[in-house]
């Protein structure tokens, strides 16, 4: 379900990129404060995405490779990638409505590419044990 849900969600970037280049705004004269609140909202998002890697896929990675029939922490596992592939979605649509705002592709494309970039590497990875873990 993860894998599915996250080449959905790749494929649903490279739409947002035809989408903004044949319905966006013709380019015009950007406006510098949007453009630095769509900076520091997109440095927030990637933050906000290695959190949540860290808090709660990780955390249940390693408790998942000590008890694969816990199904809380598989919940949260689950959770983990979900709420990752929608804040890298997120990031990419930050891209499709600076397009709209009138700015150019070469502008909106760090969004998309950001936005694509991390979510193709953060793809699902199975729980195994560790080194660490390995004596227990």
């Not at 909202?41 to 816990?70: C, H, K, M, W, Y």
């Not at 760090?110 to 729980?127: E, W």
Request: net charge positive; aromatic share 12%.
């Amino acid at each position: 379900m993860l894998r599915l849900t996250q080449l959905v969600m790749l494929t649903s970037i490279i739409v947002y990129a035809v989408v903004g280049e044949v319905a966006g705004s013709h380019p015009k004269a950007v406006d510098p404060t949007l453009t630095y609140a769509f900076t520091t909202l997109a440095v927030a998002f990637v933050g906000v995405i290695f959190v949540v890697r860290r808090t709660l896929v990780l955390r249940s990675a390693e408790g998942l490779a000590g008890n694969p029939d816990n199904t809380l922490t598989l919940n949260h596992w689950k959770t983990g990638y979900l709420a990752t592939y929608t804040l890298c979605e997120a990031l990419a649509l930050l891209g499709l409505v600076l397009r709209f705002f009138g700015y150019n592709l070469q502008q909106s494309l760090p969004y998309y590419a950001g936005g694509f970039v991390l979510l193709f590497f953060f793809g699902p990875k199975t729980p195994v044990r560790g080194p660490a873990n390995a004596s227990t």
